[in-house]
């Protein structure tokens, strides 16, 4: 009988050693989503935020540096965006949606193309600088703090979505 329990108790014992292994690697799957929705999307629209914001400041010398942090943050939303990408599950429709608006208002920008760079118009700058705004008033700037945060970075994403929403919406009516 003695031999029983000790392999009873070794099964109840590897079986409990299985699920906390699953679980941790749960949690981690789940840390890694969101680390990718930090690194690959947050991230770059700070970059992009400092670089209107120098280019602004500097006369406009390089706008196409814009053209190209913009396709950065546009090629990593449709990543996230694809229905076979872990993470689209995690989403809601708002965070979704938000992430679409902030898409379309990038897709605006001049775009740079394999075989030619982006020529920036007047009202091209002129936009440019009211999204970088938008991204400041978010909290999406180089001297701001990027933490770990999937809820504060959607939380920020929703901010920027609803202005440029509401910009656009203002400017089409001009």
Known sequence: MSK????????????LLTLIFIAYSLIQHNVYQDRYLIDEIQVPLVQLQATIQYQAENKWKNPELISFQSTKVQNAIDHVMRESYPSNG???????????????????LPQNSDYAVAKWKKADKQNAVVF???????????????????????????????????????????
């Open 90 to 108: 995690k989403l809601s429709k708002r965070e979704k949606s938000n992430l679409f608006q902030i898409e379309r208002v990038l897709r605006n």
């Open 4 to 15: 029983i329990k000790q392999f009873i108790t070794f099964l109840i014992i590897s079986n």
């Open 132 to 174: 970088e705004k938008t991204l400041k008033n978010a909290g999406l700037t180089k001297n701001a703090e990027v933490l770990d945060d999937r809820k504060r970075f959607m939380r920020q994403c929703e901010t920027v979505a609803k202005e440029s929403a509401r910009y656009m919406k203002g400017h089409q009516q001009e």
